[in-house]
């Protein structure tokens, strides 16, 4: 589903280079549920946003669902993103102006769906994820678990085929960050695929996989677990 080949990113400032991914060589295959693991600063994040169409390389060549994706235009990027690809942040990323099944069906305006459609898929989407009853209130009224479950059903109602998440349960406690791994874990069973970046061991342990990034570089990207 996924394959970087000798990517690099590189971030300006000014006069100053600062290097994100070093000749990062990795496939992710469909289905598969991966932790990307590693030290604050170390690239997962920018990983993560390359893979989503979010970024785009410095060098190198990137490949998602079999298409070469490296030089699509903006426009081109922004349609494929739109729908294949769901993101979960740990920010939540709401837009507070608008009440959670608003949020929700979000992408499907931006796809040109009808807005009757729009409401019917979304709050379908807010049952499945527990929250059909806090579907006309305000992410300001919202518990940060609820919130995350709102972004999920975000990420979902576009029906993608691969799921982001960007320390998803950073914000939450124990409790409710398993619970939401829970929804995403379920997610996946219906046949997407999912990243996840996470300090988390815990988090990682329930990946099938484990990925650890340091300094801008894959250093294990085998099937074989967490880190010991």
């Given at each position: 589903?996924?394959?970087?080949?000798?990517?690099?990113?590189?971030?300006?400032?000014?006069?100053?280079?600062?290097?994100?991914?070093?000749?990062?060589?990795?496939?992710?295959?469909?289905?598969?549920?991966?932790?990307?693991?590693?030290?604050?600063?170390?690239?997962?994040?920018?990983?993560?946003?390359?893979?989503?169409?979010?970024?785009?390389?410095?060098?190198?060549?990137?490949?998602?669902?079999?298409?070469?994706?490296?030089?699509?235009?903006?426009?081109?990027?922004?349609?494929?993103?739109?729908?294949?690809?769901?993101?979960?942040?740990?920010?939540?990323?709401?837009?507070?102006?608008?009440?959670?099944w608003q949020n929700v069906a979000l992408p499907l305006r931006y796809q040109g769906?009808?807005?009757?459609?729009?409401?019917?898929?979304?709050?379908?989407?807010?049952?499945?994820?527990?929250?059909?009853?806090?579907?006309?209130?305000?992410?300001?009224?919202?518990?940060?678990?609820?919130?995350?479950?709102?972004?999920?059903?975000?990420?979902?109602?576009?029906?993608?085929?691969?799921?982001?998440?960007?320390?998803?349960?950073?914000?939450?406690?124990?409790?409710?960050?398993?619970?939401?791994?829970?929804?995403?874990?379920s997610a996946v069973a219906d046949g997407p695929t999912l990243l996840i970046v996470?300090?988390?061991?815990?988090?990682?342990?329930?990946?099938?996989?484990?990925?650890?990034?340091?300094?801008?570089?894959?250093?294990?990207?085998?099937?074989?677990?967490?880190?010991?």
């Amino acid at each position: 589903m996924i394959e970087l080949a000798n990517v690099t990113k590189v971030y300006r400032k000014g006069r100053v280079e600062v290097p994100a991914l070093r000749g990062v060589d990795l496939r992710i295959a469909e289905g598969e549920h991966v932790a990307l693991m590693g030290p604050s600063g170390a690239g997962k994040s920018t990983l993560l946003y390359l893979m989503g169409l979010m970024e785009e390389p410095t060098t190198g060549r990137v490949t998602l669902f079999g298409e070469d994706v490296t030089n699509l235009s903006d426009t081109a990027r922004s349609r494929l993103r739109g729908r294949t690809i769901g993101f979960v942040f740990q920010a939540f990323n709401l837009i507070p102006q608008l009440v959670a099944w608003q949020n929700v069906a979000l992408p499907l305006r931006y796809q040109g769906v009808p807005r009757r459609q729009q409401k019917e898929r979304a709050l379908a989407m807010l049952e499945r994820v527990g929250l059909a009853d806090r579907s006309e209130h305000y992410p300001a009224e919202l518990s940060g678990g609820e919130e995350q479950r709102v972004a999920i059903a975000r990420a979902l109602v576009i029906e993608p085929r691969l799921i982001l998440a960007d320390e998803p349960t950073g914000n939450l406690d124990t409790r409710t960050g398993r619970a939401v791994l829970g929804l995403l874990e379920s997610a996946v069973a219906d046949g997407p695929t999912l990243l996840i970046v996470t300090h988390d061991q815990e988090v990682a342990a329930r990946a099938g996989r484990v990925v650890r990034v340091v300094d801008g570089q894959v250093l294990d990207g085998s099937p074989s677990g967490p880190p010991k």
